[in-house]
């Protein structure tokens, strides 16, 4: 990136719009609407990505297929550009609370809901999984490391409400069991297993009694580091051997 302010501020917004998922195109601002009906995600080219990594592309595959979207409270965690809580909103979620924990992800966040005309639905707010306001969320989104993802679990799970989803990406193979056999010890079932070229994304199903097994817990303080994921998807239970 150009250390010139003016440089830097019109490159972010110089790039071709591209295709995410089956209904989002993301585009600078300014750009023409989508001419094949896609949902236009507008986001700045920048150190927080702005889709183009597989496990963001995951992700946004897997909300669009979730029923569960449309009036939902979806908690995105690790938001970065804040481009997955922008897309469950425009697929219909009623608000969105979107939490990193790295000051600049938190502007630009704000900025690009702000841009996506998605401010009176979204909160966007600097921090860690503990200062998500409100009750429980009916969708969780984790966009972050395999490790980090294993090392919240237990702080995920408690944020999901009895029925609720959990979709988690950013897993590196090797690391799909370990995470799979965490949350599945936590009383989830799998619903999405996908291998992408190198990451993997999970959807993870909380039972409707699930507050039996997973009460809360002090979230560890992690650093989130957030980009975006999808393909081959098998179904299983979550404590089964891969």
């Given at each position: ?151 919240l679990g237990p702080a ?38 996908r291998f992408l070229s ?45």
């Amino acid at each position: 990136m150009s250390d010139h302010p003016t440089l830097a501020a019109a490159s972010e917004w110089t790039y071709e719009p591209f295709t995410l998922g089956g209904r989002f195109r993301v585009a600078p601002r300014g750009a023409l609407g989508a001419s094949d009906g896609r949902l236009d995600l507008v986001v700045a080219r920048g150190a927080f990505g702005s889709g183009e990594h597989e496990t963001t592309a995951s992700c946004v595959e897997v909300l669009e297929g979730l029923a569960d979207v449309r009036g939902a409270r979806v908690l995105d965690l690790g938001a970065g550009t804040g481009i997955l809580g922008i897309a469950a909103l425009a697929l219909g979620a009623a608000h969105a609370v979107l939490v990193d924990n790295d000051p600049q992800a938190v502007l630009v966040a704000r900025r690009h809901v702000a841009l996506n005309g998605m401010s009176d639905r979204a909160t966007v707010v600097l921090g860690e999984i503990g200062d998500a306001p409100g009750p429980p969320f009916d969708i969780v989104l984790a966009n972050l490391h395999g490790d980090v993802l294993v090392a919240l679990g237990p702080a995920l799970v408690a944020r999901v409400r009895p029925g609720g989803v959990l979709v988690l990406s950013g897993i590196l193979w090797e690391h799909n069991w370990d995470v799979r056999d965490a949350y599945g010890r936590l009383g989830c079932t799998l619903g999405e297993n996908r291998f992408l070229s190198e990451y993997s994304s999970l959807l993870m199903r909380l039972p409707v009694s699930h507050a039996e097994t997973c009460g809360p817990t002090d979230p560890p303080s992690l650093r989130l580091d957030t980009d975006g994921a999808p393909l081959i998807t098998t179904e299983a239970r979550a404590g089964d051997p891969a």
